[in-house]
T-cell receptor, first 114, second 114 residues
Framework: AQSVTQLDSQVPVFEEAPVELRCNYSSSVSVYLFWYVQYPNQGLQLLLKYLSGSTLVESINGFEAEFNKSQTSFHLRKPSVHISDTAEYFC????????????FGQGTTLQVKP | NAGVTQTPKFQVLKTGQSMTLQCAQDMNHEYMSWYRQDPGMGLRLIHYSVGAGITDQGEVPNGYNVSRSTTEDFPLRLLSAAPSQTSVYFCASALQGEGSYEQYFGPGTRLTVT
């Protein structure tokens, strides 16, 4: 069965410092990977996704994630964070069954301090 | 487009009461789903639908019913509310087929069962 593990429940970091949020997945079939962001009291928004092709994917606000098949990882990185990046981040995986089902990780709270 | 809408935003129920959480989307998406979000557990799939008239169970279906009579609407019914169903509920929709899978989320319904 497919599963997603986010290795850190909370990540505190100072403003302008780099950050990495870790995500590992388990799957024996083709996998699609996503990072979603949830700001306080809001729904989830797609941050970036890997479906196929280049293993490095980027978002419009400076985040990037790299699909690593050998390590079954999809870690999220940003070289310099802002206070406004404070949010909860969810990693999710979907299979090739065409049902659109996603399995979510437990979430990582990114706390950016001034 | 309004995207995915959910009503109500907040609800308080007493144990044993029933209610329906409403979800609608105007993007003509085939796939719709319901998740519950609990602290430290990420999002867990309750039920999902791949089209009108087709529903299936997710990871935590007990205590919930769904139906899909139209492409646009996917209501979630709690037949006899229990305190364990206190949670934030999110509805999501997505296109089907290769290259899609991006799920669009509603703003959520915060349910408290006393």
């Amino acid at each position: 069965a497919q599963s997603v593990t986010q290795l850190d429940s909370q990540v505190p970091v100072f403003e302008e410092a780099p950050v990495e949020l870790r995500c590992n997945y388990s799957s024996s079939v083709s996998v699609y990977l996503f990072w979603y962001v949830q700001y306080p009291n809001q729904g989830l928004q797609l941050l970036l996704k890997y479906l196929s092709g280049s293993t490095l994917v980027e978002s419009i606000n400076g985040f990037e994630a790299e699909f690593n098949k050998s390590q079954t990882s999809f870690h999220l990185r940003k070289p310099s964070v802002h206070i406004s990046d404070t949010a909860e981040y969810f990693c999710a995986a979907g299979g090739s069954s065409n049902t659109g089902k996603l399995i979510f990780g437990q979430g990582t709270t990114l706390q950016v301090k001034p | 487009n309004a995207g995915v809408t959910q009503t109500p935003k907040f609800q308080v129920l007493k144990t044993g009461q029933s209610m329906t959480l409403q979800c609608a989307q105007d993007m003509n998406h085939e796939y719709m789903s319901w998740y519950r979000q609990d602290p430290g557990m990420g999002l867990r799939l309750i039920h999902y639908s791949v089209g009108a008239g087709i529903t299936d169970q997710g990871e935590v279906p007990n205590g919930y019913n769904v139906s899909r009579s139209t492409t646009e609407d996917f209501p979630l019914r709690l037949l006899s509310a229990a305190p364990s169903q206190t949670s934030v509920y999110f509805c999501a929709s997505a296109l089907q087929g290769e290259g899609s899978y991006e799920q669009y989320f509603g703003p959520g319904t915060r349910l408290t069962v006393t």
